[in-house]
């Protein structure tokens, strides 16, 4: 499985960006999507989740109702809309594939399935 995530840029604090995350080769079966990032000089952290019908969403307090990650299974792609960004939120955000548990996902990254390469959201202030 590869994923491409794309979107990422420069924004003015206030302002909002929607990132995308397309999986591509042995996506058939039922599988969780979710986005971290990493900002410079930190550990990766969780940011979202999905699950495989996208009716159950989780998210980090440090982005609740601010951000909305959704999922189009006819396209393979899950999306992160970030509204009111703040620097803070200054990272490279990263999509993963998950095939068992979405709480796993969240709670244990590193045993992810896939990870994407990434995207840099920078917001300025």
């Known amino acids: 499985v590869q994923l491409q995530a794309s979107g990422g840029g420069l924004v003015q604090a206030g302002g909002s960006l929607k990132l995308s995350c397309a999986a591509s080769g042995r996506t058939a079966g039922t599988y969780h999507m979710g986005w971290f990032r990493q900002a410079p000089g930190k550990e990766r952290e969780f940011v979202a989740a999905i699950d495989w019908s996208g009716r159950s969403t989780y998210y980090a307090d440090s982005v609740k109702g601010r951000s909305t990650i959704s999922r189009d299974n006819a396209k393979n792609t899950v999306y992160l809309q970030m509204n009111s960004l703040k620097p803070e939120d200054t990272a490279v955000y990263y999509c993963?594939?998950?095939?068992?548990?979405?709480?796993?996902?969240?709670?244990?990254?590193?045993?992810?399935?896939?990870w994407g390469k990434g995207t840099l959201v920078t917001v300025s202030s």
């Open positions: 993963a594939y998950e095939r068992g548990s979405m709480l796993t996902m969240v709670r244990h990254p590193s045993g992810v399935d896939y």
